[in-house]
């Protein structure tokens, strides 16, 4: 099953090598990380999606994430209420006849074209990775010639529900 | 103005260090000039490799149960110390080590002696730090020294760049810190606690088994207490001898592979079982789904993350062993009538003791133990290294008290029991120290009989030597066919020429007839003694949970 994980860490040097080595060690099956600076300086936020196949390794994982003495928190926030983004940039081949077919598959997914050129054009798309990925699905037969992904990065809603009604809303 | 150099043997001083072990060398240099002009009031011993430097730290910290200190120069000096570091990481001791590093400058030129030290010891450690700026060093330092023994005790590496150890800083440095994401939980939740006592009062077939966490919260004198104001049956890891007294008659061995009958059959059969500071390694389990198959268990463990990591506990308590078990002696439990379950524990005890045949005229090793064991009136401290002699000194020398036993438990170090012993004599200097080793483990850092006559240290050095390196010539006898590939060592050399080549008293003995009083004038001597004692080769230890099995299925429970 794949969990979404955020840490709160300490921002010292090698950090993000400890943990990535700590997951390694452990045999935790990554499939993506983000990593970028909080609200409070020296403090940064880390977003895991980890593949684990069942409770009982996820519970460690936990644990050994938190017992890293560089992290400050760590919270498994997958069936809560929670916002989580990925964004992608995909270049697609394209020119006169299929660019404006392009835009038209692209507008729904309130995506947008950041770069042109003589055959191709690069789309920009944030949002739920399913998103991302449907996408991604649509563009594959006009050619994706590249593309790029930035893993997922999430927190949990301002207000959590008194009772989470959409647990397992979200499906990575 | 200080130099780095200096701040660090001040830093030293002000953690009240009395001994460090260690290996000169390029990027240390600084440091080692630092030591040269102090009048710090600590000693430096020189080993005759980097090796031999942490396992006498680990010795050290096991019997004094402050940090061992370990100081090496970078690249080569700081990877000989890997073993030992990982050997301290799986056996959870605590020591502070000083790795020199290429200058600042240089760093990831692939530089003279430059290795990745915070990469290569990123896994293998508690934590790690590279020192950035001179004045952050006293910092640093305190905060090594706090996560080496708080907590899961654990080895901290801090690596200094040549050109740190060299500038200078203000003096009075700062030395607070403030480590948020480092707070371990020392007392246990009453909760907890109460769901434990409440365990208890409903089991009809309760079992304790304890590992190193009792020795190192210091906790036997509560275990004991506990243990007896129930009536309760204790077993423990290969760790955890000592912290309760083997030959107590709640006492049921150590369980396990090699552990006894009655050990293992009372955790198979027991229907609550209590672990306190055992981490549940395979060696001790055997195959998972035939361990305490009908108990509910209980984890006592001062790291959360051992609890269910490899057996899934009903009851988990996170907390010090010793504020767990004060916790526990203060609830009032009412206990259901045991009678049954000890008279079945006591049966299997006296019915299926730990045995072995005695030959002739070839020195039975487990019977050499227990003459060490007699003749040292069970007050030494033992140290060994990995295989038969090891799984002999567990199960045949009873240890009563804490911190006498000093072995490697999860890596399996072979070489570790000798350079062990020179820093336990250090940190015991008046205790009796015994290095039980085998011929094969011996010769991995014999070098650092260097050191045992350099300082005068009157540890007693006995080779349990059968040619052979015994547990994988016992594997191969009954796992491989009697195949024994490259595991008989037909070439040793002649120890006692060995001992006397380094200045130091060698002895061989190849009779039983001569045992006791080789051993009475090795115990008598005033010095470092070196003991050829030659034992049956084929000899095997018995009983024996084979790999795969379940903790029930022992082979060689009897003659």
Redesign the interface.
Known sequence: MKRIITATVQNRSGVLNRITGMLNKRQFNIDSITVGNSETEGIAKMTFVVEVSDPQKLEQLTKQLNKQIDILKVSDITDKAMVARELALIRVGGNGQSRTEIQGVIAPFRASVIDLSKDSLTVQVTGKPDKVDALITLLRPYGIKELTKTGVTAFLRGQQPQQVTEINSFSV | MITGADLLIESLVDEQVDTIFGYPGGAVLPIYDALYRSLAPFKHILSRHEQGSIHAAEGYARVTGKPGIVLATSGPGATNLITGITDALMDSLPLVIFTGQVAKGVIGTDAFQESDV??IT??IT???Y?V?HVSELPRIIKEAFH?AVTGRPGPVVIDIPKNISQETSPARSQRDFY????QPTKHPNPLQIGKLADALSRSKKPILLTGAGVVTAKASDELKAFAEKYQLPVTNTLLGLGGFPGTSNLSLGMAGMHGTYAANMGIYECDLLINIGARFDDRLTGKLEHFAPDAKVAHIDI???E???NI?TAIPVVGDAKEALKALLNSDIELPDHKAWKEKLEHNKTTYPLWYERSNDVISPQWLTEQVYRMSKGEAIVTTDVGQHQMWAAQHYPFDKPNRWVTSGGLGTMGFGFPAAIGAQLGAPNDLVVALVGDGGFQMTLQELSVLKDRNLPVKVIIVNNEALGMVRQWQESFYEERYSESLLSTNPDFVKLAESYGIRGLRVDKEDDVVEVLEDVFAYDGPVVLDCRVEQKESVYPMIAPGKGIQEMIGVTK
Do not use: E
């Open positions: 915070m990469g990123t896994p508690k934590y790690n590279q950035n996560i480590l948020p994401g480092y790291d959360p993350a609890i269910g990591k899934s």
